[in-house]
């Protein structure tokens, strides 16, 4: 049974109340449990932290897993030391955001750490975890 990163940054913590009319109302917790039912077979590896030095130390410490599915909030726009650790992540990852970011404000149009991954998802909400799961299973077992 290979193991999964999902990787959640800054504020995500506080979904289900911060912003519910940009975030939605599912928790961390739910969309934890969404990504696990949605891999079966694999297990779920969840970290989320406010710093990005925690971030950047679970990304090294998940060397051996089979991929990953990142959130990484606002570090998408100038998180180089986590772009610096993805970089050398071994496995596919998946880039993932709950709002449609270039419906936004302009400065979150950007990320450092789009062109690194296999993929991006942004504006289904809690879905796109689920979608992420889904095709990072596609890439992994191929």
Not at 21 to 43: D, F, N, Q, S, W
Request: hydrophobic share 45%; proline share 5%; aromatic share 4%.
């Amino acid at each position: 049974m290979s193991e999964l990163l999902l990787l959640n940054g800054p504020n995500l913590a506080q979904l289900g109340r911060r912003r519910p009319e940009i975030y939605g109302t599912t928790t961390l917790a739910g969309i934890e449990e969404m990504v696990r039912k949605a891999v079966p077979g694999h297990t779920v590896r969840a970290v989320q932290d406010e710093c990005e030095g925690a971030l950047v130390r679970a990304v090294h410490a998940a060397g051996d897993c089979a991929g990953a599915i990142v959130n990484p909030g606002a570090l998408m726009m100038a998180g180089w030391s986590l772009r610096d650790a993805l970089e050398s992540f071994p496995a596919p990852w998946i880039e993932v955001h709950l709002s449609n970011v270039w419906a936004r404000e302009e400065f979150r149009h950007h990320s450092v750490l789009s062109p690194l991954a296999s993929g991006v998802i942004a504006g289904l909400g809690a879905d796109g975890y689920r979608v992420a799961a889904l095709a990072l299973l596609a890439r992994i077992e191929g």
